[in-house]
């Protein structure tokens, strides 16, 4: 009775905690679970001087019977008692983790022919036999069918002293739980991705006008500014989703950093353009070639995910119809008050202004991305996106009062003209 009290109790308090946090305390071991299909791939943690002590030997990394020792001590089975299959996927090896020396060994489990791993018991008698107050978290690290992922794996069970089994059960999980988590993240990293988004409503500020003399001059009529901000969001589409299925199913590396400054230097070109134009006409190709640069960026977030390749392509898909709903939803905020907006004198002042934020912003990141320096930008940006849509609505109404004054608006809202 008390060993049970133990064991809720310390899981509780232990749910709040992050995996690095558990690896601190010499006593602690984690087993790690990542469902792939049929299978389960373990990734088992252990303590080098517990090890040490149980098998009462020094011990080196080429040491054979740690691997012995483990696929004798750790096993599988259903509730009916058949065994899974354990295959080694590497030889035991020394890491540190977050400064702790462990030996960690993968396996694969491989449930009878016919049967899935979805419900079955796992065993653990690695070091328990030997140190009674070893402790083993058991944590499900990346599962689809459960929408469990790297980035926020989920304790489920604690081993220790006679403690050494846990049933693992995933047959509420569906493949339509993950793919629903997949596309809210990727609408949830759109929301978030301040610099994503203003790229994109950057390159819409001068989309309803047209170029007279190298220079920004009257409004298009509606259905030409429809039509180039299509444009302009279907290339941005187009580019980011190449490089997003290409990195995320690992046919493209590039590293982190210089994407999130080339996608700095993105929202500063974009900035440019609005003043001036830089582009005219081609406007959707710019967004497509560098849609591929900010592809590259949504894909790191699926590669911390932790998902084996056939769960990467499905993720791909979810994560992109995320991001392309969350899209759709900021563009249609804002379509309402540029056109409206676009068809007054006040326009001007509104386009040049949000390209000298936008620029600044760029250029706030451009320098924090490069030299590591604080960015004093970064809260003035987030607080805007915070309150977007009341923006977008008070942009919105300021275009329909304008509409309304004679005075504002402009001679070409009626006869809009054609580039020269």
Known sequence: MFRSLFSVTLLLFLAGCSI???????????????????????????PVERLKAALGAELSPENKRIADYILRKFSAS????????????DFPHWASIDGAPYVVMHLR????????????????????????????????????????FAND?????????????????????????????????????????????LFLLTLLLPAPLLVRRA?????????????????????????????????????????????????????????????????????AVIAGCFGLIHGMAFATTLSELGLARWDRAASVFGFNLGIEAMQLIVVAAALPSLILLSRTVLYPAIRIGGALLAGSAATAWIVQRLWNLPNPADPFVLALAEHALWIAAALTLLGVLAQRAPTLNTPAASQPILNE
């Open 215 to 283: 220079r920004w001059s009257d409004c298009a009529s509606t259905r030409r500014c429809l039509m180039q901000i299509g444009k302009i969001v279907t290339a941005f589409t187009l580019g980011h989703s190449v490089t997003l299925a290409a990195g995320a199913l690992n046919v493209l590396h590039v590293p982190s950093h210089p994407i999130e400054v080339l996608i700095a230097v993105s929202i500063l070109v974009s900035a440019a353009h609005a003043l001036r134009p830089l582009f005219p006409g081609r406007e």
């Open 78 to 89: 259903l509730p009916g008692g058949e065994s899974f299959r354990v295959d080694p996927l």
């Open 153 to 197: 794996p989920q304790l489920i069970a604690v081993l220790h002293g006679n403690e050494r089994s846990v049933r693992i059960d995933r047959r509420d999980g569906d493949w339509r739980r993950g793919l629903a988590s997949l596309f809210k993240l990727g609408m949830r990293h759109i929301a978030e991705g301040t610099d994503h988004l």
């Open 109 to 148: 489990l491989t449930p009878p022919s016919g049967n899935r791993a979805d419900l079955f018991d796992l065993h653990c008698n690695v070091l328990l036999e030997h140190l009674p107050d070893q402790v083993f978290l058991v944590s499900i690290r990346t599962d689809w069918q459960t929408s469990i």
């Open 20 to 46: 690095p946090a558990w690896a601190h305390s010499m006593n602690q071991g984690a087993v790690l679970l990542d469902f792939h299909g049929a299978t389960a791939n373990v990734e088992l943690q252990l």
